[in-house]
């Protein structure tokens, strides 16, 4: 199986901030690898796909980066509504469909 | 619009058993393969099963595997997860979603199942 490690799993940032998530694959995914951003009690919902392609409807403050094994979630300008956790996912190899543990950003 | 939502979840005991059910709309379901994604509180995600669009094919994490059943009834626009066997590790926020390119998308909003004595 496809392990996804997070880093870092917690981070504690300003509105305004640019913010960098890594997710790194334990083998080559490609560009197989979503984004998910999951808020208190609520379901995830994709904002990346593709590693770099934003869902409909999702700010351009949020990109993606990256292919093979390493890739980036980074939030251009942190909005109060952008405090999340965040997850990443390979749909490269499966079953299983891994995700990464989680990154939980917090208001500094 | 695309809507699932869950139902069906529960307290349960040891050994028991649950099945869950999620209830499609605002697209052709039958078109579409679906998952199960599971979340213990506090924890990350994990993923459950898949189903493909129409049945033919399924796929368990070893977690669940021998003891769940994913199905789905294309007529109802509904999917399914038969839950045997329980544990108290299986307690979780239960979501379906759907098999969209490059994503899981939408999902549902979950259902809590509970495995307590």
């Known amino acids: 199986d496809i392990q996804l490690t997070q880093s870092p799993s917690f981070l504690s940032a300003s509105v305004g901030d640019r913010v960098t998530i890594t997710c790194r694959a334990s083998?080559?995914?490609?560009?197989?690898l979503a984004w998910y951003q999951q808020k208190p009690g609520k379901a995830p919902k994709l904002l990346i796909y593709?590693?770099?392609t934003l869902q409909s409807g999702v700010p351009s403050r949020f990109s993606g980066s990256g292919s093979g094994t390493e890739f980036t979630l980074t939030i251009s300008s942190l909005q109060p509504e952008d405090f999340a956790t965040y997850y990443c996912?390979?749909?490269?190899?499966?079953?299983?469909?891994?995700f990464g543990q989680g990154t939980k950003v917090e208001i500094k | 619009q695309v809507q699932l939502v869950e139902s069906g979840g529960g307290v349960v005991q040891p050994g028991g058993s649950l099945r869950l059910s999620c209830a499609a709309s605002?697209?052709?379901?039958?078109?579409?393969?679906m998952h199960w994604v599971r979340q213990a509180p506090g924890k990350g995600l994990e993923w459950v099963a898949f189903?493909?669009?129409?049945?033919?094919?399924?796929y368990y994490a070893d977690s669940v595997k021998g003891r769940f059943t994913i199905s789905r009834d294309n007529s109802k626009n509904t999917l399914y997860l038969q839950m045997n066997s329980l544990r108290a590790e299986d307690t979780a926020v239960y979501y379906c979603?759907?098999?969209?390119?490059?994503?899981?998308?939408?999902w549902g909003q979950g259902t809590l199942v509970t495995v307590s004595s």
């Open positions: 979603a759907l098999n969209y390119i490059g994503g899981f998308d939408p």
């Open positions: 605002g697209f052709t379901f039958s078109s579409y393969g």
């Open positions: 189903i493909r669009y129409d049945g033919s094919n399924k």
């Open positions: 083998q080559g995914i490609s560009s197989y």
């Open positions: 593709a590693a770099s």
């Open positions: 996912q390979q749909l490269n190899s499966y079953p299983p469909w891994t």
